[in-house]
């Protein structure tokens, strides 16, 4: 019962979005540009300007990246496979590899553990959107229709500011530079609208889905992958690293987690896949109702 009020919440603003394109229509791609390009660099500047990082963070930095490119792998062997054209791959692996341990990992977290999970939920947080904001552009923009391939691709990723706040708010710490009173308020302000108008956005551009039309078979690899392939090995990567106990299950359950909404937001600002890609992230945030208490009862 607990675990569905962390749940609900999280759909209710998937249907705030839905409403809103059902009933007033927007345009889903310019909000999805201003969350990416202007407030998401906020939420980083702040998270890497408050946080001290120690050799634990490497750690799971390590981890991320290992288990992105070996999911990426394996979407890669499901393509080949079955025929599917470059944007279709670029769209399974949007939907496959990246977890939403944001809007979604870090309450479950802070249910799980407290505030000592919800810390490390954060900073799990921040490297992935860095890593999707590198590698999950990357393979946006070079499965884009409009897009050159991988030249186009590397040009999304130099352009996407959230690196550079991430840069900028790790300079500042280290440097010791003060922010105003002031200051620090408009970037709250900002930083916290970021993630909602992710999942707004999401629920709008779900609003424009045809059920009749979901890719069932890419939908059904993408779940498997995602929210049974994942876990497990990130359960086996875990065990690589000398890292605490509760921090090797919340890195398994952060694995285990649905599709990261803001891969929404990419296929929908490069045009790759996004019905698919927003499809995948709502069945698959759906049917983690069913699989979380499973990876909840082996790991805890």
């Known amino acids: 019962m607990e675990f569905l009020e962390v749940l609900l919440p999280i759909f209710?603003?998937?249907?705030?979005?839905?409403?809103?394109?059902?009933?007033?229509?927007?345009?889903?791609?310019?909000?999805?540009?201003?969350?990416?390009?202007?407030?998401?660099?906020?939420?980083?500047?702040?998270t890497f300007y408050k946080t001290t990082f120690t050799v634990e963070y490497l750690y799971m930095t390590l981890y991320l990246v290992i288990l992105c490119f070996i999911l990426i792998s394996i979407v890669y062997i499901v393509a080949s496979m079955r025929n599917y054209s470059r944007p279709e791959t670029c769209g399974m692996i949007l939907a496959s590899v990246f977890m939403n341990n944001g809007n979604y990992g870090t309450p479950v977290l802070l249910l799980l553990f407290g505030a000592t999970g919800l810390d490390y939920g954060i900073i799990l947080m921040v490297i992935q959107s860095l890593v999707m904001c590198t590698v999950g552009v990357y393979y946006a923009a070079k499965g884009s229709p409009a897009g050159d391939g991988v030249r186009s691709a590397l040009r999304a990723v130099r352009r996407m500011p959230m690196i550079y706040g991430a840069m900028l708010g790790l300079a500042f710490q280290m440097l010791h530079v003060p922010l105003s009173g002031s200051v620090r308020e408009?970037?709250?302000?900002?930083?916290?609208?970021?993630?909602?108008?992710?999942?707004?956005?999401?629920?709008?551009?779900?609003?424009?889905?045809?059920?009749?039309?979901?890719?069932?078979?890419?939908?059904?690899?993408?779940?498997?992958?995602?929210?049974?392939?994942?876990?497990?090995?990130?359960?086996g990567l875990t065990m690589l690293f000398p890292m605490d106990d509760m921090v090797k299950q919340i890195m398994v359950i952060i694995a285990a987690m649905p599709t990261a909404a803001n891969t929404t937001m990419y296929a929908i600002q490069f045009d790759t896949e996004p019905e698919f890609v927003s499809s995948a992230t709502l069945v698959?945030?759906?049917l983690s109702l069913a699989t979380l208490p499973i990876i909840f009862a082996l790991v805890l």
């Open 284 to 286: 698959s945030t759906s």
């Open 12 to 46: 209710g603003i998937f249907v705030l979005g839905y409403i809103g394109e059902k009933k007033i229509g927007f345009d889903t791609k310019t909000i999805s540009a201003m969350s990416m390009y202007l407030m998401s660099p906020v939420l980083v500047f702040r």
């Open 186 to 235: 408009a970037i709250d302000l900002v930083g916290n609208a970021a993630i909602p108008t992710i999942m707004i956005v999401l629920g709008m551009q779900l609003a424009k889905i045809s059920i009749r039309n979901l890719a069932k078979e890419k939908i059904s690899f993408s779940l498997m992958i995602k929210l049974a392939i994942s876990p497990v090995i990130a359960y």
